[in-house]
């Protein structure tokens, strides 16, 4: 990704712009049954029989894992045995998501936590919509914010298929993040009129606003411990870190430097919050934690001043935390100019760097020996990728000759594996609970998801011993 381009998707992600609370609004979406999907899938007993389970010996996918992917019944008689599953990366079945040919491009993926719901865009000319889709293969959703008509009844349908509707065709919908039960999640929209805010929503259905101000609101991400959202928001002048308890709507604010504050990103025990602050040029890594509680019961009482992870010459962009809270990753810029030209050229690398490491600030020096990836494309959406078990970190790599191919680096063997997807141009990397790897990538000229099955499922691989130290690349 060219500097400029970069500078612009930032901008434009900045400029989000929003207004007072958006009500009597609805999504639209096509027929299905929440009572009956609520009965069949939501009582825990049973879907935790379908999820949460150990991989033995020949057994290593749930049952709708396997019948998703077919080439997983294959992968478990090929590899008899635990030690030889789980052995280096293995690729087991590769898959478009949906059937559809449609010239539209889909984008911007998001995973439930328990691995079964997968969201992503569809990217229109005039809207965009947020699907919701299950790899149990009974449950779709198309989530489109639509405004109340005059006669005050919803508005409901799809874009494209509401003759006259112009509230549909404009609709803008985004950034899907879930919550830590699955249940729920929270996304962007403009409720069809042109108006940005925060909604929290449920497979269930039914959408509210959280934390509504005439400001710019965007980049919601759900704390994976507790009922409470972060995002960014413009309400006080500047983009600026919020948290709002969801069920209270109590705003407090998190972050306060001179600079714009961006991708706010939560540790697994929702104390301690990343984001990246600094201009359209000079971004740093910027951490706060959680004030303890003084009345001994309390979730805490605010949040303290934010301290810099790093701070150098260099553009850090797009934090993202491991599973297990050790380590941040983010994509670091290379710039570089030709002796004969003022021409910049700008590459971008991946730092990791421990939670508990001495010495913050990092200086450029310093985050030189914290290299894992070289010369990587850049997403926005989501970031670099973590394996389930908070070992590898997965990229792409830019190499527009193989297509710009998938690679995990392992922290702990100093070693770059290659996801052979047969795949191009890929982008929007993320992978499941269950080891399921998603990705966008180029069929003819559009952007379509794709999802592969590996044995890099938590059921399969476990937890990083934490006694393992990592090993980072060699300048």
């Known amino acids: 990704m060219s500097l400029q381009r970069l500078k612009i998707a930032i901008a434009a992600a900045i400029t989000v712009s929003s207004i007072a609370t958006a ?66 990366v ?45 790899l149990m293969g009974d449950f779709a959703r198309e989530l489109m914010v639509l405004p109340m008509s005059d006669r005050g009844s919803f508005i409901e349908g799809v874009a494209g298929n509401v003759s006259g509707n112009s509230s549909s065709m404009l609709s803008y919908n985004a950034g899907l993040r879930w919550s830590r039960d699955s249940n729920r999640f929270a996304f962007v929209s403009n409720g069809g009129v042109g108006e940005f805010n925060i909604y929290v929503g449920s497979v269930a259905g039914g959408e509210k606003t959280v934390a509504s101000s005439r400001a710019k609101n965007g980049y919601a991400s759900w704390n ?31 972050s306060n430097s001179g600079e714009p504050d961006l991708f706010p990103e939560w540790y697994p025990d929702g104390k301690r919050i990343v984001f990246s602050s600094g201009d359209a040029r000079n971004h740093d890594v910027v951490m706060t ?44 810029a290379v710039r570089q100019k030709s002796e004969d030209s003022f021409d910049e050229n700008t590459h971008w690398n991946i730092h990791v760097v421990p939670t508990d490491a001495r010495g913050f600030p990092l200086s450029d020096e310093a985050l030189a020996n914290h290299l894992v990836a070289r010369d990587v494309v850049v997403d926005l959406n989501t970031g670099p990728a973590w394996t389930p078990d908070a070992r590898k970190v997965i990229f792409v790599k830019r190499d527009p000759s193989l297509f710009n191919p998938i690679h995990a680096y392992d922290m702990y063997e100093g070693k770059t594996y290659y996801f052979r997807t047969n795949t191009k141009m890929n982008r929007d990397i993320m992978m499941s609970k269950l080891g399921v790897l998603s990705f966008r990538a180029q069929v003819g000229a559009w952007d379509k998801v794709f999802v592969a099955l590996t044995n890099q499922g938590v059921q399969l691989q476990g937890r990083a011993l934490q006694q393992l130290r990592p090993v980072f690349l060699q300048n």
């Open 23 to 88: 009500t009597g609004c609805t999504t639209s979406g096509q027929a299905w049954a929440p009572r009956a999907w609520v009965e069949k899938y939501f009582k825990r007993d049973q879907r935790d029989k379908l999820v949460d389970f150990k991989a033995t010996d020949g057994a290593y996918f749930p049952a709708f894992i396997k019948r998703f992917f077919p080439g997983a019944k294959t992968f478990e008689r090929l590899y008899a045995d635990l030690p030889a599953a789980r052995q280096g």
């Open 90 to 134: 293995q690729m087991v079945e590769v898959r478009k998501l949906t059937d559809g040919n449609d010239s539209l491009n889909e984008a911007n993926l998001s995973w439930s936590a328990d691995g079964v719901y997968l969201g992503f865009e569809i990217i229109g000319a005039d809207n965009r919509r947020i699907l919701l889709k299950d």
């Open 224 to 254: 994976p411990s507790g009922n409470e959202i972060a995002f960014v928001s413009s309400r006080k002048g500047t983009a600026k870190i919020y948290v709002v308890e969801v069920d209270e709507q109590k705003v407090l604010q998190v």
């Open 289 to 332: 934690r959680r004030k303890a509680s003084t009345s001994g019961g309390g979730s805490g009482q605010g949040w303290s001043q934010p301290f810099n992870i790093t701070k150098s010459e260099a553009d850090e962009l797009r934090p993202t935390v491991s599973s297990d809270g050790r380590f941040i990753a983010f994509y670091s």
